[in-house]
Every structure is written in C-alpha cells, then in structure tokens.
C-alpha cells in the first residue's frame, strides 16, 4: 500500500490516533487494525489508539475522549489534576472517572468511564493546558464547590490558594480568593451552597491533611486558631497548624510528605521542642495524616480529653 509507520504517527495528535482519521486518509479498516497492532499501538477507548510507548496517563486518556468529542471540555477533579491541585486524599491524580463540561448541554453519555456535566459556560471560563481544553482553575474550583462534596471541594480550594508541591513540583498559588467569589456569582445551581462552603476555606491551610482535620473540628464544634505566631525564649517565630490559646493546647497535622529526610527530620524534632518551651502552650499533640483521613474520630477525642484537663484553673505541665 506504500503507507509507513511515520505516516500514521503523522495522522495522530499529541501521540493519540482517531480511527476515523486514518479511514478518512485512505487505511482500509481491516489493515489498519493489523497494522496498529503489529506496530504495538495501544488501544485507549473505541476508535482511539495511543501511539507505540506513550504513557496512557491521565492526559491522554483526557486526549481521547476530547478527540471524539472536542466540544467538551475537561472540568471538575480531572481539570484538578491537570492544574496540580491536590485531592482529598494526597496529591491530585484525577479520579477513574473522567469528568468534561458539555457546554452544549447536549451530550449526555461519552463512553464507559467519563462523566458529562450539562452547564454553561461563559467565555472565560476555558483555557488551554497540555494540549486540552480546560476549564479555568476559578471554574474548576467553582464547579466543585456547585457539585460537593464539601471536603472533597475545600482541599481543592485551599490547596490552589498557596504555595504546594504537588507529585514532587512546587508551584505558586493558582488563584485568589477574590477571583473564586466572582466565579462562584454565576447562577448556577448550588451556588447558594457553594458561597457558604467558601466561608469556611482557610488560605493559610498547609495541607490536604490540615484541611481535613480543621473541618473534623468544626463539625465537632472545635475552633482553634489556625497557623497561630508563637515566639520561642530563644527569639524564634514558630507557626502552629492549629492553637486552642486560653487552654494552651498545639495540634500539629504531618502530612502525608513529611520527614522526607533524615536533616527534615532533625528540624522538626528541634522545632517541636522549641514550641514545647513556649510559655503559652502547655501540651502538644501531634497526628498524623492516616489519623485525619482514617481515624477522626480518635482525633477529635483526644482533643477533647485534653481540652477537658487543661480547662483554665487545671495545672498541668507541657507535655
């Protein structure tokens, strides 16, 4: 047929080939099946092929779907992943499913596996990003914060309000708070919901973790101060994740990166004992992100118990 291998990589984008492309340049269905095997093209979904060696990561799997339908645009925890906002659970991998908007409001099923939201969108709410169509990272916050749920929402939102390092990259703040209110006064429905779920993101979360674990309080009904300034007796500023001030109880969240190194380690060993020393904390409990995540309620037990022995006129030493 005179066809080479270099002519179907031409026919794909982005390393991902649409069968209709290739039948339209001229390959008879049956040859092109043989031929895409032979070569060790992978398949991706129906009428989609991945080029021979391509990761068929979460990028591409968002390739071929937009390539079948290229009105959609990738939104909600897949746009989370492209952007590098971290997910509830760690850093953002985007989720099994993969999630468009159809701003059509049209298409309601693409295939096993994807997930079509039927919402509007205005013209500044989409961007290019490695190769596809995205919503921006106001919408795509704001869109969760619509869908819920609540937890799931706020460590996206805090997460792209400061600096992270997200699958080992650090990377600025994406957005401001400021931007996020105006994207969410779009009335769409549960924007009433997501503006009141708005109120309680904290900027200063450092973490999925501390988010978590500050919203486990607030359902508790617990509301220490977050990212509390002390200073040590040897001059030093010290930032503790959470501080109940008038029981003189520090609540520390390790993350799920943490003692990276053993020089990390040694850090934190020294900056624990320099919060200890601190006139104003009288007990320190630390958790780690496996308590937030899989054992809150044995969490926030013990920080009741200890709020209950350092209520003001109990005497207790650091501990």
């Known amino acids: 047929?005179?066809?080479?291998?270099?002519?179907?990589?031409?026919?794909?984008?982005?390393?991902?080939?649409?069968?209709?492309?290739?039948?339209?340049?001229?390959?008879?269905?049956?040859?092109?099946?043989?031929?895409?095997?032979?070569?060790?093209?992978?398949?991706?979904?129906?009428?989609?092929?991945?080029?021979?060696?391509?990761?068929?990561?979460?990028?591409?799997?968002?390739?071929?779907?937009?390539?079948?339908?290229?009105?959609?645009?990738?939104?909600?925890?897949?746009?989370?992943?492209?952007?590098?906002?971290?997910?509830?659970?760690?850093?953002?991998?985007?989720?099994?499913?993969?999630?468009?908007?159809?701003?059509?409001?049209?298409?309601?099923?693409?295939?096993?596996?994807?997930?079509?939201?039927?919402?509007?969108?205005?013209?500044?709410?989409?961007?290019?990003?490695?190769?596809?169509?995205?919503?921006?990272?106001?919408?795509?916050?704001?869109?969760?914060?619509?869908?819920?749920p609540r937890d799931d929402a706020l460590v996206a939102v805090e997460s792209a309000w400061s600096r992270r390092k997200v699958d080992h990259v650090r990377r600025a703040p994406l957005t401001t708070p400021a931007a996020l209110s105006a994207a969410l006064e779009a009335p769409l429905l549960g924007a009433g919901r997501a503006r009141h779920w708005l109120e309680l993101a904290d900027p200063t979360s450092g973490s999925p973790a501390e988010t978590i674990a500050r919203l486990r309080m607030y359902d508790a009904d617990l509301h220490p101060e977050t990212q509390a300034e002390l200073i040590t007796p040897g001059g030093r500023r010290r930032f503790l994740d959470f501080f109940f001030r008038t029981e003189g109880l520090a609540v520390e969240v390790e993350g799920y990166a943490y003692h990276g190194t053993r020089e990390s380690h040694r850090r934190d060993i020294t900056r624990f004992n320099e919060v200890l020393q601190c006139p104003e904390v009288r007990t320190l409990l630390r958790f780690t992100a496996e308590d937030v995540f899989h054992r809150p309620a044995r969490m926030i037990e013990e920080i009741r118990a200890a709020l209950a022995r350092l209520r003001p006129g109990s005497a207790q030493p650091n501990g």
């Open 1 to 148: 047929m005179g066809v080479e291998r270099s002519e179907l990589v031409e026919l794909a984008e982005g390393g991902v080939l649409l069968v209709s492309r290739a039948l339209d340049a001229g390959w008879p269905r049956r040859s092109l099946s043989r031929r895409l095997r032979e070569e060790g093209w992978s398949p991706i979904r129906a009428g989609v092929w991945g080029e021979p060696g391509l990761d068929l990561g979460l990028r591409v799997r968002l390739k071929a779907v937009q390539s079948l339908e290229p009105r959609l645009v990738v939104s909600h925890r897949s746009a989370t992943a492209l952007w590098r906002i971290e997910a509830c659970s760690g850093p953002a991998r985007g989720s099994a499913v993969l999630e468009f908007v159809d701003p059509g409001l049209t298409l309601r099923r693409a295939g096993s596996g994807v997930r079509v939201h039927r919402v509007p969108l205005a013209p500044g709410d989409t961007t290019e990003r490695q190769g596809l169509r995205v919503t921006t990272v106001a919408r795509t916050l704001a869109d969760l914060l619509r869908a819920g």
